[in-house]
């Protein structure tokens, strides 16, 4: 069993950046497809990005528009969320997810394993 637990959250200014990170343990890191979801007040759980254990292929939600980036460290088990230029709409709980078989999906239902979740803040 996999657990995973998310860090980095906080409160920044609009155009400002923020660094999540996941942490994966119990279960082993390799062959998990990554992906990193969000919460926005009064909406659904929605896709921002995932990275691929075969080749670290990425991908991202069209909002993300060039402003994250995801990176994995499979020596440390661990998945970051690079997030520059933020908006006010960024503002959401930001979840980690894991998936067996390395491949991944903006689909949340394809996911085995969730983090807890960290808050990110974007003021004016």
């Known amino acids: 069993q996999v657990q995973l637990v998310e860090s980095g959250g906080g409160l920044v200014q609009a155009g400002g950046s923020l660094r999540l990170s996941c942490a994966a343990s119990?279960?082993?890191?390799?062959?998990?497809?990554l992906a990193w979801f969000r919460r926005t007040p009064g909406r659904e759980r929605e896709f921002v990005g995932s990275?691929?254990?075969?080749?670290?292929?990425?991908f991202y939600a069209d909002f993300v528009q060039g402003r994250f980036t995801i990176s994995r460290n499979n020596a440390k088990n661990t998945v970051d969320l690079q997030m520059n230029s933020l908006k006010i709409g960024d503002t959401a709980v930001y979840f980690c997810?894991?998936?067996?078989?390395?491949?991944?999906?903006?689909?949340?239902?394809?996911?085995?394993?969730w983090g807890q979740g960290t808050q990110v803040t974007v003021s004016s």
């Open positions: 997810a894991a998936a067996r078989g390395g491949l991944t999906s903006e689909k949340e239902s394809q996911y085995d394993y």
């Open positions: 119990g279960g082993t890191f390799s062959n998990l497809g």
């Open positions: 990275i691929m254990w075969t080749g670290g292929m990425t």
